[in-house]
C-alpha cells in the first residue's frame, strides 16, 4: 500500500471518528482532530497541498474567520483568555483547510462520514430516553448524557436534515426510504421530547421554509405533499396562539368567594403573576394547606414547598385549600415533592410542557420586574448590555478575552439583578463577535456565509442551506463557537456538505 493511501485512510478515521464524537464526547473530538493534524504534516506533499487549496479557494475563506480573531489582540487586556480563546478556536481554521487540501473524499466515503454521524446521535438520542425512564428527572436538560443540551439539539435537528435528504433522495427507495423516515421522525421527536427551544424552533422553521420551497418549485402533483406540510404549520400555530391566550389570560379579575367550604377565609395578593389563566396569590388558605398537606405526604410543608404546592394547584384551575389539595391523586403529590410547579411540565410531548416556563417568566416579570432564573428573560438583559458596550467600542470592539469581563462590569454599573452570575457572556454570536474584534468580524463573517451562494451555486444544495440556517439560528440566542462541539460542527460540516455532499460527484470551483 502506498504511503499516501495510508495517510488517506488515516485521515477518512479521523473523520468519522471526530463526526462520531461530536454529540458523545469532548475528550474524543479533541484527540481526532490532534490526530488529524498529526497525520495531515506527516503527510507532507505542501505542493499538493497548495494546488488543491487555490483551486477551491472557499477553504481560505472559512479559514480567514480565524484570522480575524486576532484583530482583538490590539484592544486586550486579558492575555491569558485570549491566549485560551485563540487556542479553543484552532479548529476554525484547521478543519477547513484539512478538508480542502487532502485528497478530496468520495461519494461513498462522505456517505460513510454522515452516516456514523447519524448512528452516533441516535445512540444518544436512545441512551438520553432510557435515562429519562430510569431516573427521576425534574429538569429535561439533564437528560443530556454528554455534551450541553443546547449543542445536543443542533446535532439531533442535524441528524434529522440528514435523514430527511437521504429519505427523499433519488437513489432511496422502499425499506431504505421507509428506514430513513422512521430516523427523521424519531429525531423530530425527540427535539419535541427534550424540550430544548433552540431546538424546536429551529426544526419547525426549516420544515417551513422547505415546504414553501417545495410548494413554489416542485412539479404539481407533488405540490400537495407541501401544501399538507403548510397547512399543519399553520393549524399549529392556531394552537400556539390559543394555548398562549389561555396562559395569559386573567380568569380570576371577578372574586366569586371569599370563604372556603369549611368557613375559612382566603387570603387574595394581587401583587401575583398570572399562570394557566389563574392568579397565584387568589383563593389561598394557608391553615388548610398545612393540615392537608399532612394527611397527603410524610414530607414537611416548607416554605418553598407550600409556593410549588400553591402554584400546581393553581396550575390546575383549583382554590388553594383542603378540598383541593385531598382531591389531589397520588402522582399530583410526588410531582410536587419533586419541585413540579406546574401539571403540565411533565408532559413531555404537549407544546405548553416547552413554552409554558417561559410564559411564567415573563408574567413573573410583569408582575415583579424579576428576571433571574428564566433564560429567555437573562439573555435579553446580555443582549442589551452587550449591545451598549459594543456602540461604544464599534471599529474594534474590546478585545478577544475581554468581553465576558466587560458585561460583567457593565452589569453592575447597571445595578442588574443578574449581575452576581460573572462570566456568562453574550449569548449571541454577532455579539460576540462584535466584541472580541469589532464590526470588521461581524461583516466578513457575512461575506463568508454569502461567498458560498454567490461563487459555488452549482454546490450549494438544500443540505447545506439547511445547516446554515441551523447555525445561523442558535448563533441568535447562543455563542455557538464558544463550546467546543459548536465550533468543531461548523468549521467541520461547513466545507464538507459544501464540497462532498453526495450529489456532488466532484467538488468544482463556481
Request: hydrophobic fraction near 45%; include cysteine; aromatic fraction near 14%.
Amino acid at each position: 500500500m502506498k504511503r499516501h493511501d495510508v495517510h488517506y485512510y488515516i485521515y477518512v478515521l479521523g473523520l468519522i471518528t471526530l463526526v462520531v464524537s461530536l454529540p458523545l464526547s469532548h475528550f474524543l473530538m479533541g484527540l481526532s482532530v490532534f490526530v488529524l493534524f498529526l497525520n495531515w504534516v506527516a503527510e507532507w506533499d505542501w505542493k499538493e497541498k497548495w494546488k488543491r487549496i487555490c483551486s477551491q479557494k472557499v477553504g481560505f475563506v472559512f479559514a480567514a474567520l480565524y484570522l480575524f480573531l486576532l484583530m482583538g489582540l490590539l484592544r486586550t487586556d486579558n492575555w491569558h483568555a485570549a491566549g485560551h480563546e485563540l487556542l479553543a478556536q484552532l479548529p476554525l481554521i484547521f478543519l477547513p483547510v484539512l478538508l480542502t487540501t487532502s485528497r478530496p473524499l468520495s461519494p461513498k466515503a462522505t456517505r460513510i462520514f454522515l452516516h456514523s454521524f447519524i448512528i452516533s446521535t441516535l445512540f444518544c438520542c436512545l441512551t438520553s430516553w432510557i435515562y429519562w425512564l430510569v431516573k427521576d428527572v425534574t429538569e429535561m436538560r439533564e437528560i443530556s448524557l454528554f455534551v450541553d443540551h443546547i449543542r445536543f439539539s443542533l446535532c439531533v435537528v442535524l441528524s434529522f436534515i440528514l435523514s430527511a435528504a437521504y429519505m427523499i433522495s433519488s437513489d432511496s427507495a422502499g425499506t431504505q426510504r421507509s428506514v430513513y423516515a422512521l430516523l427523521a421522525l424519531m429525531f423530530f421527536v425527540y427535539v419535541l421530547f427534550s424540550h430544548t427551544m433552540t431546538g424546536i424552533v429551529s426544526i419547525l422553521v426549516l420544515i417551513f421554509c422547505y415546504a414553501l420551497w417545495q410548494l413554489i418549485v416542485a412539479p404539481g402533483k407533488k405540490k400537495w405533499m407541501s401544501a399538507v406540510v403548510l397547512l399543519l404549520m399553520l393549524l399549529l400555530g392556531t394552537y400556539l396562539v390559543i394555548i398562549s391566550v389561555q396562559f395569559f389570560t386573567d380568569k380570576d379579575r371577578v372574586v366569586t368567594t371569599t370563604e372556603t367550604a369549611a368557613g375559612n377565609l382566603y387570603t387574595f395578593d394581587k401583587n401575583t403573576p398570572v399562570e394557566n389563566g389563574h392568579r397565584i396569590g387568589y383563593y389561598v388558605c394557608h391553615d388548610e394547606l398545612q393540615k392537608a398537606w399532612a394527611l397527603r405526604s410524610d414530607s414537611a410543608l416548607t416554605e418553598h414547598r407550600e409556593n410549588v404546592l400553591i402554584r400546581y394547584l393553581n396550575s390546575k384551575g383549583l382554590h388553594k385549600d383542603y378540598e383541593a389539595l385531598m382531591s389531589l391523586e397520588h402522582k399530583d403529590i410526588r410531582n410536587i415533592e419533586r419541585g413540579i410547579s406546574n401539571y403540565l411540565y411533565p408532559r413531555n410531548l404537549d407544546f405548553r410542557s416547552t413554552l409554558y416556563p417561559t410564559y411564567f417568566s415573563i408574567s413573573l416579570y410583569k408582575c415583579c420586574n424579576y428576571i433571574e432564573n428564566s433564560s429567555l428573560l437573562e439573555r435579553l438583559e446580555l443582549w442589551k448590555t452587550s449591545w451598549k458596550i459594543f456602540c461604544q467600542h464599534p471599529l474594534l470592539g474590546v478585545g478577544l478575552g475581554d468581553q465576558k469581563d466587560r458585561i460583567d462590569a457593565q452589569l453592575d454599573v447597571d445595578g442588574s439583578s443578574i449581575a452576581h452570575k460573572k462570566q456568562r457572556g453574550c449569548h449571541n454570536q454577532f455579539l460576540t463577535f462584535g466584541l472580541m474584534s469589532g464590526i470588521v468580524m461581524i461583516l466578513y463573517f457575512i461575506f463568508m456565509i454569502v461567498y458560498p451562494f454567490v461563487r459555488m451555486r452549482k454546490q450549494v444544495s438544500y443540505v447545506y442551506v439547511g445547516f446554515v440556517m441551523l447555525m445561523l439560528m442558535s448563533m441568535v440566542v447562543e455563542d455557538t463557537l464558544e463550546a467546543q462541539t459548536g465550533r468543531v460542527m461548523f468549521s467541520l460540516m461547513m466545507p464538507l456538505l459544501l464540497l462532498f455532499w453526495p450529489s456532488n460527484e466532484k467538488p468544482i470551483e463556481g
